[in-house]
């Protein structure tokens, strides 16, 4: 079994990864479809787009700037977030990409927070995508009379009708002015009811527009899985411009929350049957060519670097970065030998348990032989019990053979020991395919043995219909104290109490004389 299994690693390893990268790249797919359409359809082609998203860590750089990006207002570029507006009041700000976004279909990905210490907050976050940068207004920290879409995550009810907090969709075409007296749900073209506000976990919200119609899904952060969305509002026949740059933008007012962006992740959209434009044809050639120039000066100080710490440092011997890694190949032979191990301390375990057994299984046979002996040696005038001697006889028997079944479960179980080691001891040539078989035939030998010791068990059940031997039943003990003694010895210290009662009655009486 060890040749078979050692001459056919290369292939079945291969096999796993390719089934392994299958499944993944159909689950991944799978995720990316939006709630609510239709599996039929074709999924377009997603491509990221790193010149017009953020997260972190080593979000902002030494300058506190933002790659790609600009802030303005109250805004905190940090390590791992951007705090758009601090919980104090009256606070707005906003970022925006610094290049314009020039994709017919799109998709944004948000993650963020708000938290504050109010059963209230306000006013809110919004998302934009505008031909213009809103870089101040008062527009949740933005400019209003906007070209194109908002996205509100709007937490004041500025209306009172308790609709609050809600994510409300807006369009504009550059001439219409936000209605704030009424939290814009006379100028919505989509709006949901949501709760975002001091949740567990982080809440991601995503926008695609795809095909005129502009989908908004919400994670409402109540659980880790980041792929936990649902369906909040659906815009059909939404016409938006083809260019613009995105932005995210908050404000406080009266009441004040911590606005804060994780991230915010954006992809190029494109119909199955086009092909969409590499991504070398976007960069001006001259920006390329500076990127180029500064990516060589930075592996020139690298190596100098490098140089410098091996002169200073000649006794410490750098090791590659892949032996730093495991491989795939070590990670699976890792996993079989600690299931191995596993088992084999299960097994050790099952081992030990059968030793005491046995001990006991000897134990009682020595002690009905004694009996069977004793019988036999106080026989009257040799006439012998019939029915008992073929009582402890059959009792004999049954014993006898419970040893000898528990022996071969011993040694099978030591064979399996065996079988483990040797496995481990090939540990290093062992396929994914021939190690499954491999416990496949460990698990099918542990339920043989299983039934044996099952089987025996019942064989070992006493049955109601057949006399057991019993053994002598102790006679009762005699009491030590009856019922006539007893009342007896009451009456003596009752009579005893007394007379000590009187004579102390007597002496205190006499003492008194003499005072």
Sequence with gaps: MAVSIAQRPAANTRLLILTFLTTLIFHHSLADVPAGSPTTEELPHRRFEYKYSFKGPHLSQKDGGIPFWIHTGNTIPSADQVRITPSLRSQKGSVWTKNKFNFEHWEAKVTFRVSGRGRMGADGLAMWFTTEQGL???????????????????????????????????????KLVYDHQNDGTTQALGTCLRDFRNKPYPVRAKITYYKKTLTVMFNAGFTPDKEDYELCTKVDNMVIPTEGFFGISAATGGLADDHDVLSFLTFSLSEPGQQPPPPESEIPKEEKDKYQEEFQNFQQELDKKKEEFQKEHPDIQGEPIEDIYETVNDQEIRQ??????????????????LAMILDEQRRYVSVITDEVAKKGANAESGQLDTVGQQQLGSVLATQQEVLQNLNELRNSFYESLKQIGSAQGNAGALGTYETIQHFNEIKEHLHTVKRDVEHLVQRNSPNPAEKTVKCPEVPPMPSCLSTVHFTIFIIVQSVLFFCYIMYKSQQEAAAKKFF
């Design 336 to 353: 079989v030998f600690e299931g191995q191990n596993r088992i084999h301390l299960e097994i050790k375990q099952l081992h030990r348990q």
């Design 136 to 174: 101040d207004g008062p527009v949740y920290g933005a400019a209003d009379q906007w070209n194109g879409v908002g996205v509100f995550f709007d937490t004041f009810d500025n209306d009172g009708k308790k609709n609050n907090p809600a994510i409300v969709v807006v369009g504009n075409n550059g």
